[in-house]
C-alpha cells in the first residue's frame, strides 16, 4: 500500500513502502509549520499572493483550485471540492480511512500536497459508481455485510479497487495484504475479505 518518495508515481509500490520512504519528507513539512488538514483553513495565515493556482483530475472531472502549499490533497477533496465520501482519520498515514487511487494505486491522501497531485489520475469513491448503481466492489461490501460503524469502509473499498485493478484474481494472502494499510476498529476483516473475494469473482 502506499508510499514512495512520489506518491503519485506509485506503481508497483506498497503504501507500506511509501509510508517508509516519505516519513522524513512528512517530518520536514511538520516541522516547516504544516498543519492537520482538519485545522488548515481555520488557522490559515499565508498570504494571498502565496497561494497557489493548481489543476487536479479527480473522477474524469478538472478542478482549477486555488490551495495553500501546505494543503493536504485529503483536505481538499472533502473540504474543498466536498467529496466527502473519502474519511478524515489519524492524517498521519496510519489508519487507512483517506485512501484514494492515484494513478490506479491506493495511497494515503492525508500523506500527499494537493499541489503534488496536479495531472494525476485521482478517484475517489465516488468516482466508482456506475451512475445511480454501486460499482462492483462496492456492491460486494455490501452484500457481504463488510462494514459495522462504517468509517473505515471508504478506505477499505479504494484498497480493494487498486488490488483488483493490479491482481483481478487475488489469493486470500493477496486480499489480506492488499488492505493491510487499512485499519477497521470495529474487525470486520473476515466480512472485508468476503466482500474483495466476491468483488474479483464478479468482475
Ligand atoms: S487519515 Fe490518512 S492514513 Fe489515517
Ligand atoms: S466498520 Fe467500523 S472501523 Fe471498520
Known amino acids: 500500500m502506499a508510499k514512495n518518495k512520489k506518491p503519485h508515481r506509485g506503481k508497483g509500490v506498497t503504501r507500506r513502502e511509501f509510508m517508509t520512504n516519505v516519513s522524513a519528507g512528512a517530518v ?9 488538514a482538519k485545522d488548515a483553513e481555520a488557522t490559515a495565515v499565508i498570504k494571498p499572493e ?34 466527502t465520501a473519502t474519511k478524515f482519520g ?10 484514494v487511487l ?4 491506493p495511497l494515503y491522501a492525508c500523506m500527499m ?8 489520475k485521482i478517484t475517489t469513491l465516488e468516482g466508482l459508481m456506475q451512475g445511480e ?22 478506505g477499505q473499498i479504494m484498497a480493494a479497487e487498486g488490488l483488483l485493478r493490479k491482481q483481478p484474481h487475488p489469493s486470500i494472502e493477496e486480499i489480506q495484504t492488499g488492505v493491510s494499510g487499512n485499519l477497521c476498529r470495529c474487525g470486520a476483516y473476515p466480512h ?12
Open 50 to 83: 502565496d497561494m497557489v493556482t493548481i489543476d487536479l483530475q479527480i473522477n474524469q472531472r478538472r478542478h482549477r483550485l486555488l490551495v495553500e502549499p501546505r494543503w493536504s490533497l485529503l483536505f481538499v477533496i472533502r473540504e474543498k471540492l466536498g467529496l
Open 133 to 154: 448503481a454501486l460499482g462492483p466492489v462496492q456492491k460486494a461490501f455490501l452484500e457481504q455485510d463488510a462494514y459495522q460503524c462504517g468509517y473505515c469502509t471508504s
Open 113 to 120: 500536497l494537493a499541489m503534488e497531485a496536479q495531472d494525476l
Open 192 to 203: 472485508i475479505f468476503k466482500a474483495i473475494a466476491q468483488a474479483a469473482k464478479a468482475r
Open 28 to 36: 520536514a513539512v511538520a516541522a516547516a509549520g504544516t498543519l492537520g
Open 90 to 99: 489519524c492524517e498521519r498515514g496510519e489508519c487507512g480511512s483517506c485512501t
Open 102 to 105: 492515484v494513478n490506479d494505486v
